[in-house]
């Protein structure tokens, strides 16, 4: 079973395109683009489903057509519209031996935050990027903390253990 942990958001599906199961992609993230995974994972139901990339036609930095394999006609493809589009986070960390690059805050939900002076934070659970400043949602026995997402702020990345370490402004949390 996959877990939304496991997972980066990369974007979302639009609406269809044409009528042989193409569908409007945009994307803030192109992990997927050189990857050896050729799979998208959409939410339905409440369960992740994988599902093969048959083709991508890129129309710019952001967007593309996608057609899934086995989707072959509008009506299969409708209920794609408006989806979130996630990619299995296993597959970046290894991109990541050749590029240390992270493109995108959300790689690091399911990640524990560690101040070097506090301690244990909390649990990156979401990243709200509606505001000006991007923010990393983290929880700690039921309380909420909102942290910003400022690379001077980590000192490192375990990405094996899951654990971001950060130095916090003081009277920050």
């Given at each position: 079973?996959?877990?939304?942990?496991?997972?980066?958001k990369?974007?979302?599906?639009?609406?269809?395109?044409?009528?042989k199961?193409?569908?409007?992609?945009?994307?803030?993230?192109?992990?997927?683009?050189?990857?050896e995974?050729?799979?998208?994972?959409?939410?339905?139901?409440?369960?992740?489903?994988?599902?093969?990339?048959?083709?991508?036609?890129?129309?710019?930095?952001?967007?593309?057509?996608?057609?899934?394999?086995?989707?072959d006609?509008?009506?299969?493809?409708?209920?794609?519209?408006?989806?979130d589009?996630?990619?299995p986070?296993?597959?970046?960390?290894?991109?990541?031996?050749?590029?240390?690059?992270?493109?995108?805050?959300?790689?690091f939900?399911?990640?524990?935050?560690?101040?070097?002076?506090?301690?244990?934070?909390?649990?990156?659970?979401?990243?709200?990027?509606?505001?000006?400043?991007?923010?990393?949602?983290?929880?700690?026995?039921?309380?909420?903390?909102?942290?910003?997402?400022?690379?001077?702020?980590?000192?490192?990345?375990?990405?094996?253990?899951?654990i971001?370490?950060?130095?916090?402004?003081?009277?920050?949390?």
């Amino acid at each position: 079973m996959i877990k939304r942990d496991e997972l980066l958001k990369i974007g979302h599906f639009n609406k269809p395109h044409g009528i042989k199961g193409e569908i409007s992609f945009s994307f803030t993230d192109d992990v997927f683009e050189e990857s050896e995974c050729k799979f998208f994972i959409c939410e339905l139901n409440g369960i992740f489903i994988p599902f093969e990339i048959e083709n991508c036609r890129f129309t710019s930095d952001t967007s593309a057509f996608v057609k899934l394999k086995n989707i072959d006609s509008e009506i299969k493809i409708k209920p794609f519209s408006h989806l979130d589009v996630y990619f299995p986070k296993k597959y970046i960390l290894q991109q990541e031996s050749s590029s240390s690059e992270i493109n995108s805050w959300d790689y690091f939900i399911g990640y524990t935050m560690e101040d070097e002076i506090s301690g244990n934070i909390g649990v990156i659970t979401d990243v709200d990027e509606t505001t000006i400043n991007t923010l990393f949602i983290v929880e700690n026995n039921g309380e909420e903390f909102l942290i910003p997402a400022v690379s001077e702020f980590i000192l490192g990345i375990d990405s094996e253990q899951k654990i971001l370490q950060v130095r916090l402004p003081e009277g920050l949390i």
